[in-house]
Structures are given as C-alpha cells and as structure tokens.
C-alpha cells in the first residue's frame, strides 16, 4: 500500500484521475456522437423508405393502366363482334 | 329452319329404308319433296347449315370470351399484385411471401403454355367439326333425292355452307391466334417491364441505403477505435494503480470509484459500438451487390 504522506503516490493518483476525466470527456463526445449519427442515419432510412414506396405505388398505378389498356388492345368485344 | 322431318338423321336414315321396304321410302321423301319448291327446298337446307355454322361460331365466340377474360385477370391480378406485393421498409426492400419477381415473369411463359398453338387447333378443330357434323347429317338425309332436281341445289348449298362454316371457324382461330399473340406479348412486356421497373427502384434504394450504411461504418469503426484507445488508457491507470498500491488509500477512494465506473463505462460503450458496427457489417454483407459508380 502506498504511504499517505508519499508525494510520489499523491502526484501518480492526481495523474490518474486527470486520465479517467480525459477518459470521461471523451467517451460523453463519442456517445454524443454516435446517438447524432444514428439518429440522422435513421431518419435518412425512413425518408428513403417512404420515397422508395411512393415509387412503387407509381408503378402499380402504372400497371393498373397497362391492365386497361391491354383489355383494349385486345379488342375482344370486337373480336366477338367480327365472329 | 330444315324440314322437322329432316333434320333427325336417324329419321331421314328410316325414311331412306334402312329398315322399311326402299320403295316406299324414297317414294314418300320424293313425293313430300316433291311438294316443295325448289327454291324452299334450298333455301331450307341452306338455312340448316347456317343455323349450324353459326352454333360452332358461338362456340369459337365464347372460347374466345374466356379466354379474354381469362388473359385479363391474369395480366390484371397477377402482375399488378406482384408489384403490390413489394414493400420498401427502413429494413430494406421486401418481396411479400407470395409474391416474388420469378412469378410475375414466369407469367408470360404460363400464357405461352395455356394458349398454345395445339390448343388452338384443338379449338378450330371443334368448331369446324361442328359445323362439317351439321352439314353431314342434312347431306346424308339428302342421299336419296339425288332424283330431284331441286337437290342438286340443296347440295350446293350445303358444300358452299359447310365451306362457308369453316371459314367462319378458321377466322376464330386466326383472330384467337392474333389475340393470344397480344396476350402473351403485353403480358411479357408487362413482366419485363416491372421487373426492370422494380429492379431499378430496388437497385437505386439499395445503393442510398449502402450509401448511409457505409458512412455509419466508416464512422462506427472511427468511434471504437477512438473507445479502444480510452479503454487502453483505462487500463494502464488501473494498471499504475495496482502498481503503486492506490487500490485502498484513503487519499485515493474517490479516484478509485471514478476510476472503476469509468472501466465500466468503457466496457458498456465498446460493447454497444461494437455490436451497431457488426451489424452494419452484416446487413451490408447481405445486400444485394450494390453497382458501383460508373457501372
């Protein structure tokens, strides 16, 4: 065990404890950094998601127009007629 | 309409004298023909078979209905579902359970099958039969007046019908061909249309959402370095401590607890970066390969 009166002892564990207040500082930077990053990553997913999506219903809005317009390229009620 | 007596081939068959005396059987046709006008008589043979060609068209007619209907609700429900059943999340991009690309390409192929050529013919095949069938039985209840002139006529009539009947049917199965040609072709076009649609919106999602996974990792793997090298501070202080014997001084306790909540707080926060950046690592490892710029 260190003596209480050793300057030596004092000075080291001043050293230390500078180190775990550096440490500290910088984990709180870190972690305030990363719940940024995740929280604007998220969002960017979502906005991209919802996009994404709107292009899809555009292309099933599409289809639903081929599926009308081949019932009318096929003529088949004229087809019928003809027979 | 035919005369009632006939239009039932077994009747006309009985009268011709299969089972009565010739004679008397040719003498009665020959006598009721005889009664009639030529040109009834033709016209009454010739409206049989019509009446026939036109029950065979409406055979071809309803085939052609059906299958109509049929190429509609494919294209109509199975494509356009396909496309409904397509989700893009902020998991990523989902195909549902029942539904995938494959299907709605294999479309195409399944109308190729349905309306094939063999099918076709089978569909002409019937209708001209009918018609040819019809058309047989009046000829054949016709056999014995061969005497009237009126008959040659009827006769006529009948060949040009029965020619008539089958150009009628022909023309259902062109126009069936020409219909099942434009099913199958806007039905593969539709598929490879959205499948080049959707693929592109697959592709163009995928490579934002690679884009925003790249960047968390790069900065994810930063942000452990940057935590392993407080951990290895860390541990040399705890170290020094050991070292020195600070662990139960009292001018030390409050360092010491600092200390070891820091060690703790250190543990904590390698193990929740660590585990966010695996999991980008793995998410992007399972994504579709992305195309890279210029590609």
Redesign the interface.
């Known amino acids: ?2 003596n ?1 009166n050793d300057d030596d ?2 000075k ?2 001043e ?3 500078k ?2 207040d ?3 500082a ?2 709180d930077k ?2 305030k ?2 719940n940024e ?2 929280e604007a ?2 969002m ?3 906005a ?2 919802t996009e ?2 709107e ?2 219903k555009d ?2 809005e ?3 127009n ?2 009308r317009k ?2 009318d ?4 009620e004229k ?2 007629k ?2 | 309409m035919p005369p009632e007596s006939k239009s039932d081939p077994e009747q006309a068959q009985a009268e011709a004298g299969t089972e009565q005396a010739p004679e008397a059987a040719q003498s009665e046709t020959e006598k009721r023909f005889a009664e009639m006008d030529p040109e009834e008589a033709f016209d009454r043979v010739a409206q049989g078979v019509k009446d026939a060609a036109t029950s065979a ?1 409406k055979k ?2 309803g085939l ?2 059906r299958l ?1 209907k049929w ?2 609700k494919k ?2 429900g199975g ?2 579902k396909g ?2 059943g ?5 998991d990523g ?1 989902r195909f549902a359970k029942d539904v995938t690309k494959e299907k709605a390409r294999k479309v195409g192929d399944f109308l190729q099958h349905e309306t094939s050529k063999a099918t076709w013919e089978k569909r002409y095949n019937s209708a001209s039969e009918a018609v040819k069938k019809k058309a047989d039985e009046y000829w054949e209840s016709l056999t014995d007046w061969d005497s009237s002139p009126a008959l040659t006529a009827g006769k006529l009539a009948v060949g040009a019908t029965v020619e008539a009947g089958k150009a ?1 049917a022909r ?2 199965v062109e ?1 069936g061909q020409a ?1 099942k040609e ?2 199958i072709n ?2 593969e076009a ?1 598929a490879d ?2 499948e080049r ?2 693929e592109a ?1 697959q592709t ?2 995928e490579t ?2 690679d884009n ?2 790249s ?2 990792e790069s ?2 793997q930063e ?1 452990v370095d ?2 392993q ?2 951990a290895d ?2 541990m ?2 705890q170290s ?2 050991e070292e ?3 662990a ?5 306790s409050k ?1 010491k607890k ?2 070891d909540r ?1 060690v703790k ?2 543990g904590g ?1 390698l193990a ?2 660590t585990s ?1 950046l695996k999991r980008v690592q793995q998410r992007r490892a399972g994504r579709t390969r992305v195309p890279q710029e210029g590609e």
């Open positions: 065990m260190a209480a002892a004092k080291a564990a050293e230390i404890e180190v775990v550096e440490a500290n910088e984990m870190i972690e950094e990363e990053d995740a990553a998220d960017v997913r979502e991209l998601a994404t999506q292009e899809l292309i099933e599409d289809l639903d081929v599926d081949v019932s390229d096929q003529g088949l087809a019928r003809e027979l | 068209k071809a007619g052609l209905k109509g190429g509609k294209i109509g494509i356009v496309a409904r397509v989700e893009a999340t902020a991009f009628g023309k259902v126009t219909m434009g099913v806007t039905a539709v249309w959205k649609q959707i919106v163009r999602f934002a959402m925003i996974d960047r968390r900065g994810l942000r940057r935590a090298e407080v501070k860390l040399a202080a020094k401590v020195l014997g600070l139960d001084v009292p001018f030390f360092g600092k200390l820091a707080r250190k926060l929740k970066l966010r």
